[in-house]
């Protein structure tokens, strides 16, 4: 997943570049078609590719901006930053008693 939004990036990767089938990017890198699938759901759903059913995946015309790139939005006082997904440290238990005890 990682090589193709490199190359995407690069421009190594073009749009409209096709990819290689699921069953033979599988075969190549010596993983289950599960994985290649799961790797490439990750990409349409950023956006990077598109699917047309049996005409294949491609590269997007015109792939997202990647976010990160752009750094870290400011957050106004007193706003919380729900977007990373991550919980505050402050509100979880604390685990040293029960991993003492392991």
Same mark, same amino acid.
Do not use: F, I, N
């Given at each position: ?5 490199? +190359?995407?990036? #690069? *421009? @190594? !990767? =073009? $749009?409209?570049? =096709? /990819? $290689?089938?699921?069953? @033979? !990017? %599988? %075969?190549?890198?010596?993983?289950? &078609? ?10 349409r759903?950023? +956006?990077?590719? +598109? #699917?047309?059913?049996? %005409?294949? #995946?491609?590269?997007r015309?015109? =792939? &997202?901006?990647?976010?990160? %790139? ?5 957050? &106004?006082t *007193?706003?919380?930053? /729900?977007?990373? *997904?991550? &919980?505050? $440290?402050? /509100?979880? =238990?604390?685990? *040293?008693? @029960? !991993?003492?005890?392991?």
């Amino acid at each position: 997943m990682t090589s193709v939004e490199a +190359g995407v990036r #690069t *421009g @190594a !990767l =073009p $749009p409209g570049s =096709p /990819l $290689p089938t699921v069953r @033979a !990017l %599988a %075969a190549a890198l010596e993983v289950s &078609p599960a994985t290649v699938a799961k790797a490439y759901g990750e990409l349409r759903r950023r +956006g990077v590719v +598109g #699917t047309a059913g049996r %005409a294949g #995946t491609r590269v997007r015309d015109r =792939p &997202p901006v990647d976010a990160r %790139a752009a750094g870290d939005p400011v957050v &106004p006082t *007193g706003v919380l930053d /729900l977007a990373s *997904g991550a &919980p505050d $440290p402050r /509100l979880l =238990p604390d685990h *040293g008693a @029960a !991993l003492a005890r392991v």
